[in-house]
């Protein structure tokens, strides 16, 4: 139990002297090496201070660091949520803890999107200074011993040497940046952030973004698809995967006008996309236009061993189904 | 049972494991995961591999102490990728609740005292 601010002080002591210890044989850069290279370049564009102290704090409860670190980012991210709620989605008892999949995947039960950073200080540093708290994985353990545990990260000042974490029962635990990487390494560099989404990572790659809303878009609300994938093709307009996501969405709540409209968008960027053509197709076909969703659905069929083949073939058969009957 | 009896079966349990779960009611529009995941379509094998191991994992996860549903609820919100690195690893993988400090104190403790000199 990390509950006495005391003890944290005394192992963190304890550990400095075990790193030290460490580091007399192997070289202190070999053991916080990402803590050594911000010395050499500290990540552009972000500040060496920041802090959101408008981070909300739940005092972790036994074992319970998963469902109170989780619950820290939510409300942040505007979803009223409590710690107890969260357990139903993060907390194995048996394991006496909550595993890291499960963090990623609750809060997309709540339409946020969770996104798994870098394993890399600038790609957390970079969220923290968007205000963003970062939710990480440390092993806390001492020696051979391993202890997971999560906290958030909610603030940091280089000069000082220190990171700000809401921690176990501690609001405002300040970390040396060697100490903090040395638990954290283990985890390898474990972070995640929880955003709205209409909000994109701070640190955000399209691809991983992409892939983010998409798993959010399992069991999140429709409305927050939308809204998350709209966002996204405003940073990355040629992005065929959320254009296709994105007609889905309004496909499936029978928007079939801003289906169309998105997958034409879609169109002028990637005129060949099978899934395009054949989402098209099926639109068309939905809104009485099965000539035109003929054509699509032809060229659809073009490509040799698509691995859409089978969807495409059911296209077509439903279209000329459809034209059949209107004859 | 001959065997042409005993394959049709399996023949229709296969079927409906592919299509039962995945039946979406968007009629033929291509999946939104099919075209997003970095993993593409990889055909009928891996749709039943991935209901395999999302039913297995929410065993897994009942036997460590959830009921039914939630242990459906939480495979629910995980994508294939993530289920796939769970399975038959939910004991191995890192679970945080920071619950042995006390005890690794103690120890750490007795080797710090003990081993010093």
């Known amino acids: ?327 | 049972m001959n065997t042409a009896f005993k394959k049709s079966i399996c023949r229709f349990f296969a079927v409906a494991l592919i299509t039962l779960p995945f039946q979406t009611g968007q009629a033929a529009m291509i999946g939104t995961d099919q075209v997003a995941s970095a993993a593409m379509v990889q055909g009928d094998r891996t749709l039943v591999l991935n209901h395999l191991s999302r039913s297995q994992t929410a065993s897994a996860f009942q036997a460590m102490g959830l009921d039914a549903q939630e242990a459906s609820d939480r495979v629910a919100g995980m994508t294939d990728a993530e289920v796939g690195s769970l399975a038959g690893q939910i004991n191995a993988v890192p679970a945080g609740g920071d619950g042995l400090v006390a005890l690794v104190l103690v120890v750490f403790f007795i080797w710090y005292f003990a081993f010093r000199r």
Request: charged content about 20%; proline content about 7%.
């Open chain 1, 1 to 327: 139990m990390d509950s006495n601010p005391l003890l944290w002080c005394r192992r963190v002591r304890l550990t400095a002297g075990a790193l030290l210890l460490l580091g007399g044989f192997s070289g202190c850069a070999s053991l916080v090496p990402q803590t050594m290279g911000l010395r050499d370049t500290w990540p552009a564009d972000v500040a060496v201070r920041s802090e959101n102290t408008e981070v909300p704090f739940f005092p972790q409860q036994e074992y319970q660091c998963g469902p109170a670190a989780l619950a820290t980012t939510l409300v942040n991210a505007g979803t009223a949520v409590s710690p107890e709620e969260l357990l139903k989605l993060v907390y194995l008892p048996e394991r006496k803890g909550s595993l890291q999949v499960e963090m990623l995947a609750a809060p997309r039960h709540y339409s946020l999107v969770s996104y798994q950073l870098a394993p890399r200080f600038d790609a957390l540093l970079q969220e923290v200074a968007a205000g963003n708290p970062v939710i990480v994985l440390q092993d806390i353990g001492v020696g051979p011993f391993t202890d997971w545990h999560y906290a958030v990260v909610v603030g940091f000042d280089y000069p000082a040497g220190e990171l700000f974490l809401r921690s176990g029962e501690t609001r405002r635990l300040a970390i040396p940046f060697t100490i903090f990487e040395y638990t954290w390494q283990r985890s390898n560099y474990w972070a995640m952030v929880t955003l709205p989404p209409g909000r994109i990572p701070a640190s955000a790659g399209e691809k991983d973004y992409l892939a983010a809303i998409s798993a959010m878009d399992r069991v999140g609300k429709p409305a927050a698809s939308v809204l998350a994938y709209s966002t996204f093709l405003q940073r990355w307009p040629g992005n065929v995967g959320a254009s296709v996501g994105l007609a889905n969405r309004h496909y499936a709540l029978g928007a079939l006008a801003d289906a169309e409209a998105t997958l034409q968008r879609a169109a002028a960027h990637h005129p060949d996309s099978v899934p395009v053509l054949n989402n098209m197709a099926q639109v068309l076909s939905d809104l009485g236009r099965n000539e035109e969703a003929l054509a699509l659905v032809e060229r659809a069929a073009r490509p040799e061993g698509s691995p859409y083949a089978e969807a495409v073939r059911e296209t077509r058969a439903l279209v000329l189904q459809r034209m059949g009957k209107d004859r």
